[in-house]
């Protein structure tokens, strides 16, 4: 009996505050999505290479893919490229295809929560996803 009621004693309180169990993990780290340029224009991800008329498409999906399963998104985007290497049309075409990635994400997100588009909603639902989610509203990646 005392066993039992020891048992269900220790899995109630484990059950009841998981953050106890993993003590170094915090909800406040920062995710941030580090997009690598190099000097001939090859766009890497993480352990993708993105090309860059699907850099858009590839950041739409992996935004809105952290959204569905976890419920918050990347914190930032990060743009790493060596110092003054790459050439200047490839850097405009790739931050035109972030902020074009951005603005789908948006879209989709919007649509997902609200049944309308950003533009639709109210201002106060614009400031709370602004506020959720900063990733989609960024305009400097360094």
């Known amino acids: 009996m ?3 009621v020891l048992f269900i004693f220790l899995l109630t309180t ?13 909800s406040s ?3 941030n999505l580090f997009i690598n340029v190099d000097e001939i224009g090859i766009i890497s991800i993480s352990r993708d290479t993105v ?10 999906e992996r935004l809105f893919k952290s959204y569905m399963g976890t419920g918050k998104m ?7 490229k060596p110092e003054g290497d790459v050439p200047e049309m490839v850097m405009e075409v790739v931050l ?7 603005q789908r994400a948006l879209k989709e997100l919007c649509l997902q929560k609200h049944k309308d588009f950003f533009e639709n909603i109210s201002q106060r639902q614009q400031e709370k ?5 900063p990733v989609l509203f960024q305009t400097n990646y360094s």
């Open 2 to 4: 005392l066993r039992t």
């Open 74 to 80: 990347y914190n930032k985007i990060l743009l790493i």
């Open 96 to 102: 035109t295809e972030i902020k074009t990635g951005q």
């Open 29 to 31: 780290e920062e995710k």
């Open 129 to 133: 996803l602004k506020k959720q989610f």
């Open 51 to 60: 090309s860059s008329d699907e850099l858009a498409r590839y950041l739409q």
């Open 14 to 26: 484990s059950l009841s505050s998981p953050a106890s169990l993993h003590p170094d993990k915090s």
